[in-house]
Each structure stands twice: as C-alpha cells, then as structure tokens.
C-alpha cells in the first residue's frame, strides 16, 4: 500500500433488523480484511435521521473492529460524554453548531481519553475557518454528500474543491493529519479522489460488494 490508504466499511447500511443477521455482516467485512467500521450517529436535528447511539460498541469491539464514531449532532458535547465510556478508537465531530472554543476543547477532551479527535465538515463549510484547530486534530472527515443518509450522490465540484484545500492544511501544517472521505464513494470516486484522501468510507457501494476485499485491493493498487 503506497500511502497506507485504508477502507472503513459505514454500518449505516447495515441491516440492524436482527443481532444474527448484524453480526454476519460483521462477519463477512472481517474475512474480507476491512478491519475499521464507521460508526454513525445522528440526533434527527443536526440532520433530518436518526442513526445509532452507544448499543453496537460492544459488538465491535469484541469482534476486534477499531471504530471510528461520526457525529452529526447539535450538542456533539453531551454525545461525547456518553460515547467516551465505551470502546472505540476515534471520534469525529462536526464544530458547524458550537463555538470555536468549544470546538477546540472538546478536540482537547476526545485526545485527553486517548483517542483520535477530529472534524467532520459539511460540503458548504469554509473549512479555512478551522486551520488552527486543525492543526492539532488526528483526524478529518471530508463529507462528499449532504450529511444525513447513505446511498446518496457524490457532489464532485466542491468535495474536490475541498479535498484539494485539506491536503494543502495537512501539507503545511499537520503532516499526520489522517483525511476521510465520507459519502458516495464508489470505484468512480476512488480514481478521482484518491491523491488526497487516506481513509476511503463507504457505505452503500461497499456493503453490497460480493466480496469487498475487491474494493480495498483496488485502493491499493492505484
Ligand atoms: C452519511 C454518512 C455516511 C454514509 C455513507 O451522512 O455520514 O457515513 O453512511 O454512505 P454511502 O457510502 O452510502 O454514501
Ligand atoms: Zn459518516
């Protein structure tokens, strides 16, 4: 792997209607090598759906996933209080409903546990704004659909846009700064994308792949 790019796999296109079934997926992401599950969690205000709260963090830790949890909530605070007693491995969050202070405390306080922190940016966010705070994240979460559902469209002008000026911050000032992509990505987007992401996360494309080790074989040969 050139750049040690990596694929998660997004449960919110898991089928949750039963334990047994949720656990096959697990499963058969295991033996396909897809070692990170995204995680994503949704208050219904923040974005127009609800998605999981602390009930599958168990579940993956004790199938060895690292667990990357998603954010897209109003009070990203209070969610982060509750999340930080269970076993995961890094946060993202998006700072668009909070101060910048907050924002930059709450980084303090996801790093302090001992886990990654970082930012999730809506398409239309002026990501400018958070240079200093990115500065000090382990992580970034570029959004390249409107956050809120899976299965959605790739908006390719402005995540490019946003893509290439995120590369540019870690560049220059946040060398280890991991970038994720999240929303849409499919083999079309990896081809167009992949100079600047580290972390490919998919959703929909990648869950109904007959065997999704194919997709992680072809971030690793581009
Ligand atoms: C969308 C979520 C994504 C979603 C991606 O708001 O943050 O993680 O699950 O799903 P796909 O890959 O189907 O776009
Ligand atoms: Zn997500």
């Not at 949704?42 to 993956?60: C, H, K, Q």
């Not at 969610?79 to 709450?106: C, D, G, M, V």
């Not at 409107?146 to 911050?169: A, D, S, V, Y």
Request: proline content about 5%.
């Amino acid at each position: 792997m050139a750049k040690n790019q990596k694929l998660e796999v997004s449960i919110l296109a898991f089928d949750t209607s039963s334990e047994n079934i949720f656990n096959k997926q697990l499963e058969k992401m295991q033996k396909n090598e897809i070692e990170i599950v995204h995680y994503d969690v949704m208050d219904g205000v923040f974005v127009p759906n609800r998605a999981y709260g602390i009930e599958y963090l168990s579940t993956l830790y004790l199938y060895g996933f690292d667990t990357h949890v998603h954010f897209m909530v109003t009070n990203p605070w209070k969610w982060t209080k509750e999340f930080l007693h269970y076993p995961l491995n890094a946060i993202t969050f998006h700072p668009e409903p909070i101060s910048k202070l907050q924002t930059r405390l709450l980084i303090r306080k996801i790093q302090k546990s001992g886990k990654k922190a970082g930012l999730a940016f809506r398409p239309q966010t002026d990501i400018n704004q958070y240079k200093n705070i990115l500065k000090k994240a382990d992580i970034v979460t570029i959004m390249g659909v409107n956050p809120g559902f899976g299965g959605q469209k790739f908006m390719e002008e402005i995540t490019l846009k946003n893509l290439k000026l995120i590369k540019t911050i870690k560049d220059e000032l946040n060398p280890s700064l991991i970038i994720q992509l999240d929303g849409g990505v499919n083999y079309d987007v990896i081809k167009l994308t992949h100079k600047y992401v580290d972390n490919f996360i998919s959703g929909s494309f990648l869950v109904k792949q007959p065997e999704p080790i194919k997709v992680k074989e072809f971030i690793e040969q581009i």
